[in-house]
């Protein structure tokens, strides 16, 4: 029986997609409330999702590069990409589902497991960029209380400062808002087996504590902003 690797690559933009708008660019495509998957021509598939990742399943970078600067062409506002993950599954027929030295094995690759793989590489990526965003907020915000620990004044006018806080509410009202990143996706229900597989991968990417994480920052950065208004 042979064994064979199958690599998911993901790749997170700063900006969110529309579904709908990228049926419309992308005829042939498979939709379902939390995906488009679409077909690449010479092998491998392409899954956006709307929260701005896109993952190639079996695409050499060549491919990738090619479709990603095809969505490019699609939507302009796609500037520069913000964050990237990779991961490699091993289907082997005659072993165990199941993660082994950090490595998950599944028995056999079906394209709604490709896709339940899929969509957690994408919310690592996804969850990448916020980590990234709110770290340097979190930095900025530090800068304003020193500054107001050392000198008893912050080194804003009153309506930048103003600015920065309502960065900072937009910031975590959007992060909050991305909670349906840890959903778990419907083809789970129907493969038990899959289930299994992605409670393995949630663990491997620690996406809830990296939730629980930027939660956990975002307070912070909250709770300090509100004693520099007051």
Sequence with gaps: MTQLHHTF???????????????????????????????IFGGGTMFLYPFGAVVFHQSDPARRDAELARLRSFFPELRVKVAGEEHT????????????????????MTAKRAS?????????????YYEHLVEELGARTNVLVVRLRETGRVPFRTRALHRFIGES????????????????????????????????????????DRFAALESKLRIVQEALELVLD
Excluded: C
């Design 116 to 128: 339940v793989i899929a969509l957690t590489v994408a919310q690592s990526a996804a969850m990448e």
């Design 169 to 208: 509410i937009e910031v975590r009202s959007e992060v909050l808002s991305v909670l349906h990143l840890l959903d778990k996706p419907d083809a789970t229900w129907d493969d038990p087996a899959m289930d299994a597989i992605y409670e393995d991968l949630q663990d491997q990417f620690d996406l809830e």
């Design 89 to 108: 599954v091993l289907e082997d027929p005659g072993g165990v589902t199941g993660v082994t030295h950090g490595t998950l094995t599944i028995v056999q």
């Design 9 to 39: 690559h993901a790749t997170a933009f700063e900006q969110n997609f529309s579904l709908k708008s990228l049926a419309e660019h992308y005829p042939t495509a498979r939709l379902s409330a939390q995906e488009a998957s679409v077909d």
